[in-house]
């Protein structure tokens, strides 16, 4: 696609409930970044992945978050459990290789917990 | 881990007003971008300048990494230029390390 796309754009849910959010990175774009931003903060890293392999999860805050990339293209971030903690803007990025070349945005998912 | 620092904080101007926003960081960095933050919360990239000055219309960036900063420079501010402005950084294989931002309000 012409960028990255996220599904969805909101999300609202119920504290306990478990969410999935979608990115569709650049096609042909082989790494894959997931970043979490609260209100009035710059993004902070949550995991990477290059193809299909996670090659850093060191930023997912706890065990209630996991993320997959099976087949080295779309990828899922889910949060089981919701805590009203979690609720932030959910960003993905990719970028064509990954070693230090430029990073596009997706428009983000904003997670609201209640 | 490698510290960003943004300054100012915020930054009020008059449309056609220029202003130097400025990025320090604390280590040898791969990769710096710029990135302004809309109204909505996407995130543009403007600038990828890991060394050296680069030009687009009114924006203008120039980094020197021997120095380790950055300067993103807005020329004859719109009121479309509103919005947050970002400096994040990386080393080879790891994440952007994202500054606080700042914020810039342009009135006409």
């Known amino acids: 696609g012409a960028g990255v796309s996220q599904s969805p754009r909101y999300k609202v849910a119920k504290r306990g409930q478990d969410v999935a959010l979608r990115c569709d990175p650049i096609s042909g774009h082989v790494s894959l970044f997931w970043y979490q931003q609260a209100l009035g903060q710059g993004p902070e890293f949550l995991t990477y992945f290059q193809n299909e392999a996670q090659l850093d999860k060191s930023g997912l805050p706890s065990d209630r978050f996991f993320a997959e990339r099976p087949e080295g293209s779309v990828s899922t971030l889910k949060i089981q459990r919701t805590q009203q903690e979690d609720s932030a803007v959910y960003l993905c990025a990719s970028s064509l290789t990954g070693a230090i070349d430029e990073q596009f945005f997706g428009p983000g998912t904003r997670l609201t917990v209640l | 881990g490698i510290q960003v620092e943004q300054s100012p904080p915020d930054l009020i101007l008059q449309e056609g007003a220029n202003s130097t926003l400025r990025c320090n960081f604390s280590d040898s960095v791969n990769n710096l971008q710029w990135f302004h933050q809309n109204p909505w919360g996407q995130l543009i990239n403007l600038f990828y300048?890991?060394?050296g000055t680069k030009q687009n219309g009114r924006l203008s960036a120039t980094t020197v990494a021997t120095e380790r900063y950055s300067l993103l420079y807005i020329s004859s501010s719109q009121t479309t230029d509103s919005g947050v402005y970002f400096c994040a950084v990386r080393k080879a294989g790891t994440a952007l390390i994202f500054g606080k931002g700042t914020t810039l309000s342009v009135s006409s």
């Open positions: 300048i890991p060394s």
